[in-house]
């Protein structure tokens, strides 16, 4: 197992090298010069030499890169461009908020996609079966930032019974979610950012139960007389691996796909940093947290696969 | 199966090999196909609703009553029948109904054409990384897990984020987005294929590797490529809209589902109805494709 975790970070490692590579590249994708936004209209030629020497952007570009990884190494991810403060800072405390998001989305959608593609699994073409099927089906084709506004149209404009944006009265600072007044402010949110997880984990668990059911292993087992309820212990147990990929895939989904959720309801995340830094054309806070949620998601990905090969020996021996 | 029984008389022989014994295999592969399209209603209903939306798209002008630019300052954020406006007026005064007409054009392009794109692009580099040799795949591979660590959304916001945002860049942005997916499923289409015996026996006979791949290879990947594709359309839709809508696409004052979910949220404690309606086009043309996806997979029966 020891050997596996080393290989296993040892893959994960050129992955992040990359990862951090196309963040780096993120700048010169931008249109005109990456120091135009903070350069005045009217620099001269001499200033504009002074303050690219200052931001080293006269040097080779894989120079800049190792310097780049150098600071970022160091936790120095540069200053934002619109608030001037360190961008570590700010993606640091919208990185929290996305995880609080995150952290009541997961139990929800994994909870109840689970069940709902197990079930379904179990009694395949079976009224349950064509019900979770087109609800998935539905699940993954909304649009859920259309979802949220018309949770918001219902829940706060029609009958006024939640709020429709923000994060409670006394900011992200001192959110409580022990206290009523703070936690209703999570509901909405939560809720439409679990509604394509559960569509896709009840497809990918009704798509593996259904096979392992048609394996050689579960006809044995009946005709071994095996009662019905041992048998989808079975099944379930073994259905676990790959629909824990599956897991660890919309968990990187919640952390880094929320940008869409978090900008209608306001929620003060990580992506809605993201969108307002693309409006205000703020490259390093950009690169900040694209880089962050990248990395979150690799190590997601990373933990899954241990997970996975923790709980099942035949991808342990492979 | 009551459709079946009518549908003997007028499709002779074909419909006959079905039952017969398997030595007497009259049906190609295709012919198989479309015979398990055409006895799949869910299918065909909404391939039809697809059929229908492209059309409105093409046909805009002609079908819209109104001119989805023409502002109006009195009539703003009308509801439904004002003045003749079927689903009412914007927060502008235009006709709504007919800038949701309008608006599917941008929405179908900007989905539509990266998944073309991508499926050329990333299908070519996933057979040349099945067939190329270790290091061909090696490099591209590698490069496809790079990209394939950034969750989809993040990576197409990113980049067009990046670029400056507008429809080309969102484009671009979204074609890079499924390119890795695609190369993926082609790369393991050609792997699998590539050590079977009639590959062996066609080098034995002298094939050279391009010939080998247009004969042999392109017709056993473009299948799974083409199902995959397929259903990349309605995701598409989706992460084009949100773009838009994030106003990283369509520039306004073009008319696009996404934008206007946008400019209309503005308005939702003025006419709430109006703002669901983009939406709601977003949703029935993205789950169309995606059940028009599925049935294709299932008649193509290609398991990915």
């Not at chain 1, 249109?31 to 936004?37: C, I, K, V």
């Amino acid at each position: 197992m020891l050997s596996l975790i080393f290989r296993r970070i040892l893959y994960a490692l050129p992955i992040a090298i990359g990862v951090s590579v196309v963040c780096f590249s993120l700048v010169y994708l931008a249109p005109g010069d990456p120091l135009q936004t903070i350069l005045p209209a009217d620099a001269s030629a001499d200033t504009i030499a002074l303050i690219k020497h200052e931001y080293g952007f006269d040097r080779p570009i894989p120079v800049q890169y190792a310097l780049w990884l150098w600071r970022v190494l160091h936790g120095d991810f540069g200053v934002s461009i619109s608030t001037r403060r360190p961008v570590l800072l700010e993606v640091a405390g919208s990185l929290h908020n996305t995880a609080i998001l995150a952290l009541f989305s997961v139990p929800l959608s994994f909870g109840l996609g689970y069940a709902m593609g197990a079930i379904a699994g179990c009694f395949p073409g079976k009224w349950i079966d064509r019900i979770v099927t087109g609800t998935a089906v539905m699940g993954v084709s909304l649009p859920n930032y259309w979802v949220g506004i018309v949770f918001v149209i219902l829940f706060s404009v029609e009958w006024m019974v939640l709020p429709a944006t923000g994060m409670g009265l006394h900011g992200s600072d001192q959110f409580d979610i022990l206290s009523w007044s703070d936690a209703r402010f999570l509901i909405l949110p939560v809720v439409t950012l679990a509604m394509v997880p559960i569509g896709i984990l009840s497809r990918s668990t009704r798509a593996a139960v259904s096979e392992i059911r048609g394996q050689d292993f579960v006809v044995t087992l009946r005709a071994k007389g095996l009662s019905e309820p041992a048998i989808i212990r079975h099944v379930l147990k073994n259905s676990l691996p790959p629909v824990m990929a599956v897991m660890g895939l919309q968990f990187g989904y919640l952390m880094g796909g929320s940008i869409l959720v978090e900008t209608v309801f306001t929620w003060p995340g990580s992506g809605f940093l993201l969108s307002k830094a693309i409006i205000n054309r703020d490259i390093p806070v950009l690169q900040g947290c694209i880089l962050a949620l990248a990395m979150v998601f690799v190590a997601t990905n990373l933990v899954v696969d241990l997970l996975q090969a923790a709980i099942d020996p035949r991808i342990r021996r492979a | 199966m009551a459709d079946t029984t009518l549908m003997m008389p007028s499709t002779s022989t074909a419909t006959w090999a079905d039952d017969a014994a398997p030595t007497q295999q009259v049906r190609s592969y295709w012919q198989s196909v479309g015979y398990r399209l055409r006895h799949d209603p869910v299918t065909l209903f909404f391939g039809l609703v697809v059929v229908l939306i492209v059309l409105a798209a093409i046909f805009a002008p002609w079908i819209a009553p109104f001119d989805p630019y023409k502002e109006s300052i009195v009539g703003r954020l009308k509801p439904f029948g004002y003045r003749g406006h079927p689903l009412g007026t914007d927060e502008l005064g235009r006709d709504l109904l007919s800038r949701l007409i309008y608006g599917g054009r941008s929405s179908l392009l900007m989905s539509i054409i990266p998944v073309l794109c991508a499926t050329a692009i990333g299908g070519t580099l996933g057979v040349i990384g099945g067939f190329g040799g270790r290091a061909a795949n090696t490099i591209i591979m590698r490069t496809m897990d790079v990209f394939y660590a950034f969750p989809s959304v993040l990576l197409a916001v990113a980049l067009s984020g990046a670029m400056g945002g507008g429809m080309t860049s969102g484009m671009i942005s979204l074609a890079l987005v499924f390119i890795p997916a695609i190369c993926r499923i082609a790369e393991t289409a050609t792997t699998q294929i590539r050590n079977l015996d009639f590959i062996e026996a066609a080098h034995a006979s002298g094939a050279g590797t391009l010939t080998i791949i247009r004969h042999h290879v392109l017709g056993n990947v473009l299948g799974p490529v083409f199902v995959y594709a397929s259903s990349l359309v309605s995701v598409a839709i989706l992460l084009g809209s949100g773009l838009s809508f994030l106003g990283l696409g369509v520039k306004p004052p073009q008319a696009d589902w996404g934008l206007m979910l946008s400019t209309l949220r503005q308005s939702i404690y003025i006419n709430p109805i109006l703002c669901a309606l983009p939406g709601a086009a977003i949703f029935v043309t993205s789950i169309c494709f995606n059940l028009v996806s599925d049935g294709i997979r299932a008649a193509m029966d290609v398991r990915l």
